[in-house]
């Protein structure tokens, strides 16, 4: 079954320093596309970073970048120069068949001033 | 062009009362979904609708039913609300292939 695992409830990071979000996945599948969304105090969802299963290069959106690792299965999320604005609820995601969107249980960022 | 909407924001029911939570679209996307969001919880799928005329299960089906009215539509009914339906409901949409699905604002239900 497919699963998104990660492993950090909370963190926290001096502002202006970069920040990395553990990510990891389950699928046996071949094409697949992986998400990090970002979710303020506020509730809503934005979309951050999109990086596709046959991507070779790391996909990278102004400050955040996603470090894919395939053979390893994993696709953390870098922070870099954190921001007060940075602190939300982040979650990885893994799109499977027909768009559907399985998510991990998120990780609370923290920007310390 | 406002993306997602959806109707109500909040709403309050008590235990076996039914509604229904709207959703639109007006990006022309194929796809549309439902998921609910629980305290320290990610997403879950309830249903979705890859395209007109469809729908399919997700992972937390049970009490709810759905109807893809249109293209733009994709309504969430309630028929007998239970306390452990509180929760924030998502709606979202997407373009069929690759790329990002496009959430709405959420709505805050509580059951009673």
């Known amino acids: 079954a497919q699963k998104i695992t990660q492993t950090q409830p909370g963190m926290f990071v001096q502002e202006k320093e970069a920040v990395t979000l553990d990510c990891t996945y389950d699928?046996?599948?071949?094409?697949?596309?992986l998400f990090w969304y970002k979710q303020p105090s506020s509730g809503e969802m934005i979309f951050l970073i999109y990086?596709?299963?046959?991507?070779?290069q790391n996909a990278t959106e102004g400050r955040y970048s996603l470090n894919f690792q395939k053979a390893r299965k994993s696709a953390n999320l870098v922070i870099s120069a954190s921001q007060l604005g940075d602190s939300a609820m982040y979650f990885c995601?893994?799109?499977?068949?027909?768009?559907?969107?399985?998510f991990g249980q998120g990780t609370e960022l923290s920007v310390k001033p | 062009n406002a993306g997602v909407t959806q109707t109500p924001k909040f709403q309050v029911l008590k235990t076996g009362q039914s509604m229904t939570l709207q959703c639109a679209q007006d990006?022309?996307?194929?796809?549309m979904y439902w998921y609910r969001q629980d305290p320290g919880m990610g997403l879950r799928l309830i249903y979705y609708?890859?395209?007109?005329?469809?729908?399919d299960k997700g992972e937390v089906p049970n009490g709810y039913n759905v109807s893809r009215l249109n293209k733009r539509e994709f309504s969430l009914r309630l028929e007998s609300a239970a306390p452990s339906q509180t929760s924030v409901y998502f709606c979202?949409?997407?373009?069929?292939?690759?790329?990002?699905?496009?959430f709405g604002p959420g709505t805050r239900l509580t059951v009673l």
């Open positions: 990086q596709g299963s046959y991507d070779e």
């Open positions: 979202a949409s997407s373009a069929v292939g690759p790329g990002e699905q496009f």
């Open positions: 990006m022309n996307h194929n796809s």
């Open positions: 609708s890859a395209s007109e005329g469809t729908t």
């Open positions: 995601a893994m799109r499977e068949g027909g768009g559907k969107l399985i």
């Open positions: 699928t046996s599948d071949q094409s697949y596309g």
